[in-house]
C-alpha cells in the first residue's frame, strides 16, 4: 500500500477542511501552493500523509514552500 497525501485547510484558523486524496505528493504539493493563493492571513493549510500502516503524519509548510515558483524549462 502507498502513502495517501491530503491537505488540511483551517478557516480563519478555526474551520479545518480535508482535501484529497491526492495520487502523488507532487501534486498534493501543487495543490497547496493553489488553495494558498486564494487563502487570506488567517488561513492555515497543513499537509497529512497516511502510511501504509494507517499512521497519520500531520505537518505545516515552511513559508518559502509558498513563494518558490518552478524554473519554466520550456522555450
Same mark, same amino acid.
Given at each position: @500500500? %502507498?502513502?495517501?497525501? !491530503? $491537505?488540511?485547510? /483551517?478557516?480563519?484558523?478555526? %474551520?479545518? !477542511?480535508?482535501?484529497? $486524496? *491526492?495520487?502523488? %505528493?507532487?501534486? #498534493?504539493? %501543487?495543490?497547496?501552493?493553489? @488553495?494558498?493563493?486564494?487563502? +487570506? @492571513? =488567517?488561513? #492555515?493549510? *497543513?499537509?497529512?500523509?497516511? =502510511?501504509?500502516?494507517? /499512521? $497519520?503524519?500531520? +505537518?505545516? !509548510?515552511?513559508?518559502?514552500?509558498? /513563494? !518558490? ?7
Amino acid at each position: @500500500m %502507498e502513502k495517501k497525501h !491530503y $491537505l488540511i485547510e /483551517v478557516d480563519e484558523g478555526i %474551520e479545518p !477542511y480535508v482535501h484529497g $486524496l *491526492f495520487k502523488t %505528493e507532487d501534486e #498534493c504539493d %501543487e495543490e497547496g501552493r493553489r @488553495m494558498r493563493r486564494t487563502q +487570506g @492571513m =488567517d488561513d #492555515c493549510l *497543513f499537509w497529512a500523509d497516511v =502510511d501504509d500502516r494507517g /499512521v $497519520l503524519t500531520v +505537518g505545516s !509548510y515552511m513559508a518559502g514552500f509558498f /513563494v !518558490y515558483e518552478p524554473a519554466d524549462h520550456g522555450t
